[in-house]
């Protein structure tokens, strides 16, 4: 018998064949058989093979053998006006501080972006010729820039006998070696560049590395970049498709930008040579940066031209540029003829005073006014919140883009402001891989986010509301979990990378408590700070530092797109004790946690171990997740205050987790409850909680 004639008697079979009772009705399948609870974070293998190394463990700390490469880049540039061309020469070490040997270098050619044919999830503001690469070579030696297909090595061959490279047209490229870079050595990388600044229509925004006609610039992911090989995957070979933007390598840039004289250049580092390139009175506003809270101006609105706005120049009428920028995974700048300098400054705990420059277009005066405080407060805010900002300035700039982020600089409105700026922290501080994991990068940001809103509005922090909202999207078949390549994310990528973490983080305030929460992660921060963070690091960290067994919380939130979907069945009351019946429908569990009312009057209130009072009439009482992980879908959560009765009960008075229908969360059902679920699915707030009033 064929494969074919068998699978057509099986399938025969199965359609001729009694169906059992349970299987006609799914609804009450899942109803009567016990709830499997998943307590273990999976181990994929490449984080098996990570804790074999010993370079990560299950204390979520960078483990003993922890390795990651260092780069040591020196760019020089120069920008045309009048083609809107960008020309740079770069020479990169590679410090191999892994124990293998390198038999290639991946490269990262972000600009290709631009290219008509290569592939890209968003739309491009216009699009040029890419990157075109003129010269690279390795060690001296140069690769060839158009090699013939590669053909698949038969095991026990000779190695490629010619350096040739691989994808130039794409954003991702390989240099194939025929020396490889041994372990703990060291190779140079030289390469000769150029690409057109992509247009951007006048006035619109939003649109990242782009320019105004020819008087203002953003350039970002605009040199080869070495990409990352780490302990978990060797190199990050994933291809730059727009939404998703950095995984990088640490290192040392020493950058220099040539530009006409009468244009200001803003960018990642400290600037080297302000004598060459500032006017003397220009250096000696700058010489009171840090002397108040006030923003100060450096170049003002009409101030133009070679010798006003800057240095006079060279016989060329040009100017260099020239800054350096040490432990950061990235540079970018942006330069013009036109733009506004303005400083302010911050205090950063532990630091001292550090420099904030704003750069914008004159007719921009009014949106950036609140530049300086805005960022003022974020650093500030954001270094107590998780470590102290370790970079010496930060620059803001006016351009298209409205909200991009860069080590010391960001492309910003003010409204993104303290959004571009937390990102100083994650990747730029802690180089989370963006790419695969944006939750860890986006979502962690949206979440502190709204932490510094409160702040900066002077009101107290509130979270409830957020875990349980994403009951609502629980079950959409476009959602992919957390742990999904970002890259690939889908339809519903923004939620996935940007609005899931802060459901997640406010569900795990509500189980351990949001300060609790906050003090982990500042630890975390701190432990991977300048490293390579996955998942389960961040996971285990977190368990170890709140000394609680969250693998299952991890499980359902990073793994998974289940829900709690909690409920209250009954309420029995019998002398002095209350038994209230709860339910989760869903397989996420979660603690039982209730906010009981009582009469004004009545027999004294005794005392649960388990209890908190809130008021002379309302207590909050809560059960463990463990309760749950027999397999139960219902738990009996007894109360005993004594001899008064029982008002009122609330399931989750906090809002904390994931459920769809919160009408059946009170006892004695309130029938005007369903008109007050609210909320939308990206916005920062929480969505109306009701029991938070």
Known sequence: MNARSWFALSLAAAFAAPVPALAQSPGATEASLPRPIQRALPHTDMIRRAWEAGTRGPTGRPGPKYWQLWMDYTIHASLDPTTSTVT????????????????????RLDQNIFAPDVPKLESVPSLT???????LAVNGQDVNLDPPPMRRRRRGAQPQAQLAVYGLDQTSARIVLTNPIPAHGVDTLQADWSFEVPLVPAGERGERMGRWADSLYQVGQWYPRVAVYDDLRGWDTDPYLGPSEFYNNFGHF??????????????????????????????????????????????????????????????????SWHFVADTVGDVAWATSNQFVWDVSRATIPGKGRVPINILYLPGDAQRYADAGPTVRHALQFYSKLWMPYTFPQLTIVDGPEMGMEYPMFIMSSVGAAD????????????????TWYGFMDEGFNQYMNILSRDDRMGRPVNLDGLGQSYGRISGNERE?????DANYGGPMYSFQAYSKAPMMLSALGGVVGDSAVWRAMSGYAKAWRFKHPSPWDYAYFMDNALGRDLDWFWYYWLFTT??????????????????VTV??????????????????????????????????????????????????????????????KVDKV?????????????????????????????GGFFGFGSSRCYGSG
């Open 88 to 107: 740079g020469r770069e020479t990169a070490v590679i410090h191999n501080n892994s124990n293998s040997a390198l038999t290639s270098i991946q490269l």
């Open 129 to 135: 010729g890419g990157m075109k690469i003129s010269r």
């Open 254 to 319: 020493d950058v220099t930008i040539d530009v006409p004289a009468g244009w200001i250049v803003g960018a990642t580092g400290v600037l080297q040579n302000p004598d060459q390139v500032l006017t003397a009175a220009e250096r000696e506003r700058l010489s009171h940066a840090l002397d108040a809270d006030t923003t100060l101006n450096v170049v003002p609105a009409g101030v133009r031209g070679p010798g006003k706005s800057t240095a006079a120049g060279n016989s060329e009428g040009r100017v």
């Open 419 to 434: 959004h571009e700026t937390g990102h100083q922290w994650w990747p730029m501080m802690v180089g989370t891989n963006e």
């Open 480 to 484: 992919a979990p957390l742990m999904w």
């Open 562 to 579: 289940d829900a709690v979907d909690g409920s209250i069945q009954k309420v029995v009351q019998s002398g002095s004790r209350t038994t």
């Open 583 to 644: 339910r989760q429908d869903g397989d996420m569990p979660s603690p039982v946690v209730l906010k009981v009312f009582f009469p004004a009057t009545g027999p004294a209130l005794r005392p649960m171990a388990n209890a908190t009072m809130v008021s002379d009439t309302s207590a909050i009482v809560r059960w463990p997740v463990d309760v749950w992980f027999a397999g139960n879908r219902t738990f009996d959560a007894v109360l005993d205050f004594g001899g008064r």
């Open 650 to 678: 609330m399931l989750d008075p906090g809002c904390r987790f994931p459920d769809n229908d919160i009408t059946d969360n009170v006892w004695p059902r309130e029938p005007g409850l369903a008109q007050q679920q609210g």
